[in-house]
């Protein structure tokens, strides 16, 4: 697969997600369908299981490569048993059900990793056993069998007899948050990350600074926040933050990729670090105004390779964000220094040659990070001297365009990743998350090979209108609609309406484990959102 | 109510948020830098008030005011005193909002020094008429009017009774502010005021999503904070009917979502009505009839009209079936009940989107409308119903409420009904304005603020410059406005949503049924809004942000 080494962490490598749940499980209703993403393959049957909370278990299987002790895994078992048991408060069991004896209960094998065929593992009676190569994949795979237990009238919980083999369509499934528009609170970002893991996201895209503010608290830098942020106290992400993130992230099998977005979008980036911006001009005196980065600086490169080495330490994805998007060239254009560099270096009046200039420079300084990276399409548009693992960034246009960009990218041997149709902080009335979930990621013209390089899509929440106070609702489940999308076979799950009541019911199971998921439309909840 | 007819309200605001997408995928060359820097709020001269009080003296003289010597108090010649528990209760919590908790109150003789010359200590409320309605509930007639002025030694708030009190505890609380080192501080001050309308209301609706009774009641003191006074609760619809009725169990025991956990007990609508009238707030119940009503058929039988498919009864149900006796035996029982357990001297009948394709398949009807010599204007047999429950409801001693269709299809009303405007774009619904009045009728309206629709971009300002008595009409026509109501349908709302999808947009309708008419600055509303939307999220209230900015108490919820 193309995507080798997307995900590291620690010391599991995940080559591919890739896992295999297997239940073989004696009775009931509820089938695959009700787990959302859609499994890619499976089969269940109407045979159901009692669960019982006081005797179910998480274990290692004996031939699992991870044991007690794996970090990853230890903390999923125990946040999996709260999901699936939400009534069971430990004290008491709801005894009394005398059907459900405890040598009926269900135990759990995680086989992780492990060579083993899908043919090959072994399903002893009332025991469900999970086959992953890697613990990311048995985390998705613990979110899965969560999905799958449910109660019946009286309480009780049942699993039904199904054998799952899943994998996700694409490798790159995010979501961005804008944390520059509107300062989102650490516990508003760890919820979002909560979420992502029970639509199975696996990349947070932290668009963490633009031109608003930047809250991003820099060890070498410490003033860009102390100058740039709303508040230089409250409203910043101070380097214990960050980690937090990554780790509550990293346990929930999510990257987190870090965008430090330039040349332009970095208006607040200049209270705190002076001639980094270009200053602009009316006429022949400066205006007071400052424009983006100054390109024609050679302290710019050395602040902007200082930084991001702070950032590629602290933020261990191999991949990060550079944004360069959206560059407006009126004040590069009024700024004579700049236009003597753009003579001196031959670029003639072609300002897009001086952003590509600055890109190519900056680029660089992350490949010799060791870091990979991810820039907006403007990026491409403008000039094609990249690095051929650079991975380009879709946002723009109607299906109509991204669908040419996409052709025209991949056709130049590029890796893309697709966010135009998922701009979900466009809200409109009604049901659209139907849009989202029609996309066709792929439907371009382009070679089979030209689709290979589509690594995936991107839900992207921009933060004009959206803080900690509707963040929630206005992200869920319209993201869980691209979820299934990045996630799912598109054949088998093409039906918006056959997904209309699956997603319904996902939608509750959000609200019962405390996620402020909004309604698809008129209906209840078993369990309603408690808070205000 | 909800059909999607309301276009005017998607056109508003569009062209002014489109260049400010970040990103906007359309707009790729749009570049929003320069449009968003200047959509920083700036101080207005008014501070943070909102709605804006009708006549305002703000001075440069700043008093502080401290949480250990501060206090709210009855003035002597106040004609509601510490019996008041309204009033009581008000002064906790303004004391609450303005300090954010007790402060450690001063020994006697020990606080003297903190009363020095610049120090506020205390605010006076005096009720001036003899009877302060400390008991009473809040009718459309109330007098909501207060003065109130800060200064030395102390501030004073008049008004006439409790409900303007009320409001004015509200304003003098928005005039409080923190100085550069944290210490609460207010300006010297002379307010006036009182409301442009009398009816300044929020509709929520709980059938097409139960909202749970806590959600009802924080967006009640919202609405306090807004100086909203009436809540329309839509109560049942065709989805659920969660009213648990004493009369008629069996229509929530059949009708709720769930019998138990998805309905309204009469102890929650005592909660509601009672947290209401501690905040001047009305509560106006709609049980809306003929149509709108297919949760009611699952808990009466033979209440609904059933269709026929040819000349079988298909199964399916319409609208109440209004030839038969028992349909009016039940409807006098049911708001005979309404009646004594909603004080409110109105209550809203609902009369809207009749679909009559089923009475048209019913034999019976058809039998009935020759009888009646209706022919085939089905709109007559509606206005038949209508006027039958007109006069049941009549006897209850209620006044009624009821969407325009009523008044279109001209039924006879009562003089002193309220015709609720909902429908049309703008031209539609100020002719219909101009119509109704006309006519002689008292009027609310709705069109331009149903909130329940939403789109990208500062939708608000388009709630803010739309205005009830713009439309052609004399004098005595635009007194015949007596407010307006956000409507917040409930199709794509619940608990999980209603409050940020609420707050602050209702804000801009409560300052223009509140506010003077000619207070119709938008950049000076945007200024004083944002500042109010974050004093909302300090009370613990998630509005949601107007554009890209902070504030210095970020909601804590998730």
Not at chain 1, 301 to 325: R, W
Request: hydrophobic letters at 35%; charged letters at 20%; a neutral charge.
């Amino acid at each position: 697969m193309e995507t080798t080494g997307l995900v590291s962490f620690g010391r599991y490598t995940c080559s591919h997600l890739y896992f295999l749940l297997l239940i073989v499980l004696p009775l009931g209703q509820h089938t695959v369908e009700g787990v959302w993403p859609l499994p890619q393959i499976f089969t269940s049957s109407i045979e159901r299981y009692p669960l019982n909370p006081q005797a179910f278990y998480f274990g290692y299987g004996r031939q699992s490569a991870a044991q007690f002790g794996c970090s990853v895994l230890d903390a999923a078992f125990i946040r999996y048993y709260s999901l699936i048991f939400p009534d069971y408060t430990g004290k008491h069991s709801t005894t009394g059900k005398s059907h459900i004896g405890k040598k009926q209960s269900v135990g759990f094998d995680v086989l992780s990793p492990s060579l083993l065929f899908p043919d090959n593992l072994s399903v002893s009676a009332g025991k469900a056993s999970l086959n992953a190569e890697t613990v990311w994949g048995a985390v998705r795979g613990l979110e899965t069998f969560s999905q799958l237990v449910y109660q019946d009238d009286f309480g009780s919980y049942f699993v039904n007899q199904t054998e799952i083999d899943d994998f996700p369509r694409f490798p790159f499934r995010g979501i961005l948050l804008d944390t520059s528009r509107h300062f989102i609170p650490v516990h508003a970002i760890l919820k979002t990350l909560d979420a992502m893991a029970y639509s199975k996201f696996n990349v947070f895209h932290w668009h963490i600074v633009d031109d608003p503010s930047f809250p991003y608290q820099s060890q070498t830098f410490p003033d860009l926040s102390r100058k740039g942020a709303f508040h230089p106290m409250t409203h910043i992400y101070t380097q214990s933050d960050v980690r937090r993130v990554i780790s509550h992230a990293r346990l929930r099998g999510i990257r987190v990729l870090p965008e430090f977005d330039s040349p332009g979008h970095t208006k607040s980036w200049g209270k705190g670090q002076s001639d980094l911006l270009t200053p602009c001009y009316s006429g022949s005196t400066p205006s007071g105004a400052f424009g983006p980065v100054n390109p024609a600086l050679p302290s710019t490169y050395q602040f902007m390779a200082t930084l991001l080495k702070e950032v590629s330490s602290v933020f261990p994805d191999s991949y990060i964000h550079l944004g360069g998007d959206e560059v407006n060239f009126s004040c590069w254009k009024s700024n004579p220094d700049v236009r003597a560099f753009m003579q001196k270096m031959g670029f003639g009046v072609d300002f897009t040659k001086l952003e590509a200039f600055y890109m190519e420079n900056i680029v660089n300084i992350t490949t010799f990070l060791n870091k990979t990276a991810i820039v907006w399409q403007d990026v491409f548009d403008y000039h094609e001297l990249i690095p051929k693992d650079t991975v380009l960034h879709i946002w723009k246009g109607s299906p109509a365009n991204y669908r040419k960009e996409l052709s025209r990218m991949t056709k130049a041997g590029m890796r893309v990743l697709l966010a135009a149709p998922w701009y979900i902080n466009h809200i409109s009335y009604g049901q659209d998350w139907r849009n989202y979930y029609t996309v066709q990621p792929l439907n371009f013209s382009g070679t089979a090979e030209q689709k290979k390089l589509v690594i995936g899509g991107e839900v992207c929440m921009w933060g004009e209108y959206v803080d900690a106070t509707n963040l929630t609702p206005r992200l869920w489940p319209r993201a869980s609609a691209a979820a299934e999308r990045l996630w799912s076979d598109e054949k088998q799950t093409s039906s918006v309406d056959k997904a209309f009541p699956r997603l319904q019911d996902f939608r509750c199971k959000l609200v019962r484990r405390g996620i402020r998921a909004e309604p698809l439309y008129v209906g209840h909840c078993k369990h309603e959102y408690q808070g205000v | 109510m909800t059909s999607p007819l309301q276009l005017a309200l998607l056109l508003l605001a569009l062209g002014f948020s489109r260049g400010l997408q970040h990103h906007y995928p359309d707009q790729a060359d749009q570049v929003d830098g320069e449009a968003e820097l200047e959509l920083v709020a700036e101080p207005s001269k008014f501070g943070s008030l909102w709605p804006l009080p009708q006549k305002v003296k703000l001075s440069a003289v700043s008093l502080k005011l401290t949480g250990v010597s501060f206090q709210i108090a009855d003035a002597k010649g106040s004609s509601a005193g510490s019996g008041c528990s309204l009033l009581q209760d008000a002064y906790r919590r303004y004391y609450e909002y303005v300090f954010g908790g007790a402060k450690r109150q001063q020994q006697p003789g020990k606080g003297r020094r903190a009363a020095g010359p610049a120090v506020l200590t205390e605010l006076q409320v005096w009720i001036t008429s003899p009877d302060p309605e400390c008991d009473g509930y809040p009718g459309v007639a109330s007098d909501e009017s207060y003065e109130l002025t800060v200064d030395q030694p102390y501030a004073v708030l008049k008004a006439p009774k409790v409900w303007g009190a009320l409001h004015g505890l509200e304003t003098f609380s928005q005039l409080v502010y923190e100085d550069e080192y944290g210490v609460k501080s207010i300006n010297s001050t002379t307010i006036s005021d009182f409301p442009r309308f009398a009816h300044r209301g929020i509709l929520l609706d709980s059938a097409r999503h139960f909202l749970p009774i806590k959600v009802i009641l924080a967006n009640l003191e919202t609405m306090a904070m807004n100086k909203l006074n009436v809540f329309h609760w839509h109560i049942t619809d065709d989805q659920s009917f969660p009213y648990l009725s004493r009369t008629f169990p069996q229509l929530s025991q059949q009708g709720a979502y769930h019998p138990y956990t998805h309905v309204y007990t009469p102890a929650d609508v005592k909660m509601v009505v009672e947290f209401g009238r501690l905040r001047g707030i009305r509560v106006i119940p709609e049980f809306d009839t003929p149509g709108h009503t297919q949760s009611w058929g699952k808990g009466q039988t033979d209440l609904l009209t059933p269709c026929y498919s040819g000349s079988k009864p298909s199964g399916s149900f319409g609208p109440v079936n209004p030839i038969l006796n028992t349909t009016y035996d039940f409807m006098s029982q049911f708001f005979k009940e309404i009646s004594t357990v909603f004080p409110d001297a109105y209550v809203h009948l609902g009369g809207d989107e009749v679909d009559f394709s089923c009475w048209k398949s019913n034999p019976d009807i058809q039998t009935f409308m020759d009888q009646q010599g209706f022919g085939k204007d089905f709109s007559k047999l509606e206005s038949f119903y209508i006027q039958k429950l007109l006069n049941i409801v009549a006897t209850t001693q209620k006044g009624y409420m009821i969407w325009q269709e009523v008044f279109d299809n001209g039924v006879q009303l009562k003089p002193d009904t309220l015709i609720h405007v909902w429908k049309g774009n703008k031209e539609q619904y100020q002719s219909e304005m101009a119509n109704v009045t006309s006519a002689g009728f008292q009027t609310l309206l709705s069109t331009p603020w149903y909130l329940n629709r939403i789109s990208y971009g500062q939708d608000w300002q388009g709630h803010y410059r739309a205005d009830p008595q713009d439309f052609k009409g004399t004098e005595e026509q635009k007194k015949l406005v007596i407010g307006g109501e956000a409507c917040l349908w409930g199709e794509y709302v619940d608990a999980t949503n209603l409050t940020p999808r609420l707050w602050p947009r209702a804000s801009a309708v409560a300052e223009r049924l509140w506010s003077a008419a000619d207070v119709t600055d938008i950049n000076d509303a945007f200024n004083r809004l944002s500042v109010h939307r974050c004093r909302m999220v300090a009370r613990g209230i998630p509005a949601q942000p107007l554009f890209s900015s902070y504030c210095p108490r970020e909601y804590k919820g998730v």
